[in-house]
Structure formats: structure tokens, C-alpha cells
């Protein structure tokens, strides 16, 4: 072997065993402040009858994410919706009535404090004041939970979350979703080293149910998943994930008549890193 041949396999295996070590943790300086900026749209189309109804829900998010502290290997975290624009266009029925538009914003509301081990286990999300359900559902940019071992080319692991939420008449809706990330490459991204993760076969299902009155609701749907993760390597920050959904719903009313309404929900989200 030439001196060249054996200078290149020496970098190659040092290179690997680098990309080898790379083992993704949440780690952000105390007091550091991150922006981001997550856009949405959903679309939601239920069949009432011979008709179809249509929803669009398109919204626009400023999210702020400040470190508090790290103590005993656990992160505390604020993650603010610093303003929430929301536009509904809701209510048309193929023709018979179009949509009415109509804008919800919100501003100034309170952070969500989250305590989390450094692989991006919640160990507590809790409100620290006045703040609303979209709040809660839009303000997490540290969704994801990393694997142990290191990351190399191929890699993937799978995550299982579980969230419950309140429907009416006391009642609630299970959700239990499945994703599963792929480690596609690395790739260095606005200055820094970043990863960058498939989000691919992912599926969930939703089941629950409520009373009203002699009116019994029950709801069980699955939902499909795929898209693309960039997170930044030194701090397990997202720099952009871009992901779509597709959900299909089965709506059941028992009682004094007996209706059953499907429902698809189609999503698309971008959230950004700003700074």
C-alpha cells in the first residue's frame, strides 16, 4: 500500500469513527433564548349525508423557547407562543353554502414550562400561567426523544407517544402515535452541523368517546405521517422539519338515530428555526 493509500484509510476510519460518536442529546446553554416559526394547514372534509362539508384551517406561529436551568441531568425549559394567527375557513357544503372565514389571535400568552431528560424525555410539561389548548399543542419544537447509541448513516429507532385529550360531556380522546426516524445523512446547515432524520411509516390511531345527553359519540382513526427532520447536532435543536399527515376518522352517533360520519384530515406543517 502507498503512503497516499494509507493516509486516505487512516482519514476515512478516523471520519467514521467520528460520525460514530455523534450521540444526539438536548444541550442548551442557561438563559439562551430560540426562535421559531411553525406555519400549518389542515384540511378537513366529513361526509354529512349526501354532501360533503369542508373545513381549512391555516395558522402561523411565533415560538420562543428559553433555556431556565439544568440540574441533576434535567433540562427546564419554557417554550412560549409569543403570537398565534389563525385563520378558520369552515362550514362549506358542495353546492348548497360556501365557507365563512373568520381569525383568531393570540398573543402574550404563558409559557410552557418543560422538564426534560437530556434524550428529550418529558419528565413535566406544565402551564405557568393563563394559556389555551393550542398553546399547548403548538409550542413543542423538542418533540423528539433520541436513541442511546451513537448515529451512523441508516440508523433509525422508533417512537411511541400517547397523549390524552378531553372531549366533551367528560369525555376523551386517546391518541397513540407511532414514528419511526432514519438517519439520512449529515450535513452542515446556516453555519452549524446538523443531521438530517426521514420521518417514514409512521401511523397512530385515535379512540374515544363521550355521552350527551341520550346521545352516545364514539371515534376511532388512524393517521399516516412522513416527513423530514434537520436538527442541529451540538444542541439536538430542530433547525427545520417539514411533515405531513394524512387521518382518516370514523364518527359514530348512537341513540334516538343512529349516524355514523367519516371524516379525513390532511396536514402539512413547517417549523423553522429563526435563531
Known amino acids: 500500500m502507498s503512503q497516499l493509500s494509507l493516509l486516505l484509510a487512516v482519514w476515512c476510519a478516523t471520519a467514521a469513527a467520528g460520525v460514530a460518536q455523534e450521540v444526539l442529546r438536548y444541550d442548551v446553554v442557561k438563559n439562551s433564548r430560540h426562535e421559531f416559526t411553525l406555519d400549518a394547514e389542515v384540511h378537513q372534509t366529513s361526509s354529512m349525508g349526501e354532501a360533503d362539508v369542508h373545513n381549512t384551517i391555516t395558522s402561523h406561529h411565533a415560538i420562543a423557547l428559553t433555556a431556565v436551568d439544568d440540574v441533576l441531568g434535567k433540562l427546564t425549559l419554557d417554550v412560549a407562543l409569543d403570537t398565534s394567527n389563525v385563520t378558520l375557513n369552515i362550514g362549506a357544503i358542495d353546492n348548497v353554502l360556501d365557507a365563512r372565514d373568520s381569525v383568531v389571535r393570540q398573543t402574550g400568552l404563558s409559557p410552557i ?163
Open 113 to 275: 414550562r418543560y422538564t426534560i431528560l437530556p434524550n428529550g424525555t418529558v419528565v413535566s410539561a406544565l402551564a405557568t400561567g393563563p394559556t389555551s389548548r393550542i398553546a399547548v399543542e403548538f409550542s413543542n419544537p423538542i418533540g423528539i426523544v433520541f436513541p442511546s447509541t451513537p448515529l451512523v448513516q441508516g440508523a433509525s429507532w422508533t417512537q411511541t407517544l400517547t397523549d390524552s385529550v378531553p372531549a366533551a360531556a367528560n369525555g376523551m380522546l386517546v391518541y397513540t402515535r407511532t414514528r419511526r426516524y432514519t438517519v439520512e445523512r449529515f450535513a452542515d446547515t446556516m453555519g452549524t452541523r446538523c443531521v438530517v432524520l426521514s420521518l417514514r411509516g409512521s401511523s397512530g390511531n385515535a379512540r374515544g368517546g363521550s355521552t350527551l345527553g341520550d346521545i352516545e359519540l364514539t371515534l376511532e382513526g388512524e393517521e399516516e405521517t412522513q416527513g423530514t427532520c434537520v436538527i442541529e447536532l451540538s444542541t439536538g435543536l430542530p433547525v427545520l422539519i417539514e411533515a405531513s399527515s394524512s387521518t382518516s376518522i370514523r364518527m359514530a352517533f348512537v341513540g334516538m338515530a343512529n349516524i355514523i360520519v367519516p371524516m379525513t384530515i390532511e396536514r402539512r406543517e413547517t417549523l423553522r428555526r429563526r435563531r
